[in-house]
């Protein structure tokens, strides 16, 4: 997979040097290209932005400035992701569809965003075009969203996570709910002691009281991942454990008891 950044604070995408995502790149699994936008700038003081037209605070990132870089660093069937917090939100799903993609390019805006016909120019072009924000809070910028989605994505691509890391365990979060609790030696600590079911031996037992805490967990942090879980995917225990929980396994959804 090829990816590339434009943003005018290159430093900020050093990261991607390292762990996971620089190992893959070190294989020859992902050519990451990160790119100053002020080399595509044609004056002297190597300007990106101006005064919003039609008035009001802060500056905004010129169509012209964007325009070349991105007809540099395009390629055809390329996706421009343009990071911004009025995107639609980023999620696993969104992760797992890029991780498809051959060609990814990241245009972070500063300031208070890119010019409005940037998108429209590429996508009337036949670009595809993904706006997309990591949550609901404002960030200076796009290059920390970029970071995130970069890694969310990379690590979906086959080849980058070795064994250790397998992301097959992962089917869990794809099921829609929270992990359980991890625990490692020593069996006791600060006066706490590991569960005994996981010094048990028995994987049944572990299994079971796994996806019981899963459960627990979801219903207490996350109550609407629990509304959202597939009934037909329940088994006669998992409907007993939301029952203690306080929830109803219907023909048609989970919902709180009562209900
Ligand atoms: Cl993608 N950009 C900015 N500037 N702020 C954000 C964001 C993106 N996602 C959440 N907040």
Known sequence: MRVDV???FPAYLDALELSLVGKARTAGLLDVRVHDLRDWAHDRHRTVDDTPAGGGAGMVM???VWGAALSDVLTEGATLVVPTPSGPTFTQRTAEDWATREHLVFAC??????DARVAEHHR???VRVEEASIGDYVLNGGEVATLVMVEAVARLVPGVLG???SVVEESHSAEGLLEYPVYTRPVEWEGLAIPDV????HHGKVARWRRDQALARTAERRPDMIAALDPTRLDKRDRATLGDLG???HPDGVRPAGE
């Open 6 to 8: 434009l943003t005018i």
């Open 62 to 64: 010129r169509p012209d």
């Open 109 to 114: 805006g500063r300031y208070e965003g890119i």
């Open 124 to 126: 009337a072009r036949g």
């Open 163 to 165: 064994n250790a890391e």
């Open 198 to 201: 996981l010094m048990s031996g």
């Open 247 to 249: 929830w109803w396994v």
